[in-house]
């Protein structure tokens, strides 16, 4: 699932965005959309949910947090998401691709460029998701990296903990620990690799997601905190 957030603090203009990025999107992608009103409910949310949000169509001129200011925000904290500027202005469009942009597009020409950006977009996306390609019950998966939350070491196999599944197949944690971790992962235990999307807080001995926690051994406890502070 593609989750999608929009800031603008015109109401008008956010459901302009919002039916276009409906419209567009509906046959093409599993979405979820948020919608926000201003710079600092955006800001409270990546707080609370650092990894809540894949794609951000972002307005530029709001009150008293604008764009920019929430732009630096996720930029300094290096939150993993997208940025389209959605803007009246071409002033800032020099600052925006400071802050690694996708697009950057003016209000006036919403309707007609909008459509396309999100269009292509997925398509950038598709094309550099990352997969598994693992052997289960005697059949292939192929199994996107983003849908890992985290991987399990039980006995001579791992299990592939999902967003709504689990896959098991013969492996060692050594034999993917180290693309794992070109891919986001860090192992935390002996038994754990966990995705750094999926953690929500880091604690003394553990890590805790969305719906559980998992233990930190003092083995990986120095990784852990390097990794996920």
């Given at each position: 699932?593609?989750?999608?957030?929009?800031?603008?603090?015109?109401?008008?203009?956010?459901?302009?965005?919002?039916?276009?990025?409906?419209n567009?999107?509906?046959?093409v992608?599993?979405?979820q959309?948020?919608?926000?009103?201003s710079?600092?409910?955006?800001?409270t949310?990546?707080?609370e949910d650092?990894g809540?949000?894949?794609?951000l169509?972002l307005?530029?001129?709001?009150?008293p947090?604008?764009?920019?200011?929430?732009?630096g925000y996720?930029?300094?904290?290096?939150l993993d998401l997208?940025?389209?500027?959605?803007?009246?202005?071409?002033e800032?469009?020099?600052?925006?691709?400071q802050?690694r942009?996708?697009?950057?597009?003016?209000?006036?020409?919403?309707?007609?460029?909008l459509?396309e950006?999100l269009?292509r977009?997925?398509?950038d996306l598709?094309?550099s998701?990352?997969?598994?390609?693992?052997?289960?019950?005697?059949?292939?998966?192929?199994?996107?990296?983003?849908?890992?939350?985290?991987?399990?070491?039980?006995g001579?196999?791992?299990?592939?903990?999902?967003?709504d599944d689990?896959?098991?197949?013969?492996?060692?944690?050594?034999d993917?620990?180290?693309?794992?971790?070109?891919?986001?992962?860090v192992?935390?235990?002996?038994?754990?690799?966990?995705?750094k999307k999926?953690?929500?807080?880091?604690?003394?001995?553990?890590?805790a997601l969305?719906?559980?926690?998992?233990?930190?051994?003092?083995r990986?406890a120095?990784?852990a905190k390097q990794?996920?502070?």
């Amino acid at each position: 699932m593609l989750q999608i957030a929009i800031c603008d603090d015109d109401k008008k203009d956010l459901e302009v965005i919002y039916d276009c990025l409906s419209n567009t999107l509906f046959d093409v992608e599993d979405i979820q959309v948020s919608r926000y009103q201003s710079g600092k409910e955006l800001i409270t949310h990546l707080q609370e949910d650092p990894g809540g949000c894949d794609l951000l169509l972002l307005d530029i001129g709001m009150e008293p947090v604008d764009g920019m200011q929430a732009a630096g925000y996720i930029r300094d904290n290096k939150l993993d998401l997208d940025i389209i500027f959605i803007t009246k202005s071409t002033e800032y469009v020099y600052q925006g691709y400071q802050y690694r942009a996708y697009a950057y597009i003016l209000k006036e020409h919403l309707k007609e460029n909008l459509p396309e950006v999100l269009v292509r977009y997925v398509e950038d996306l598709i094309q550099s998701e990352a997969y598994m390609n693992v052997a289960s019950s005697g059949e292939m998966h192929r199994v996107p990296i983003s849908a890992i939350r985290y991987i399990e070491s039980n006995g001579r196999k791992l299990i592939l903990h999902l967003t709504d599944d689990e896959i098991s197949f013969y492996s060692k944690m050594s034999d993917i620990e180290e693309e794992m971790a070109k891919q986001g992962f860090v192992r935390i235990h002996q038994s754990y690799m966990v995705s750094k999307k999926a953690v929500r807080t880091l604690r003394k001995d553990s890590v805790a997601l969305d719906d559980l926690e998992l233990p930190v051994s003092r083995r990986y406890a120095d990784l852990a905190k390097q990794q996920l502070s």
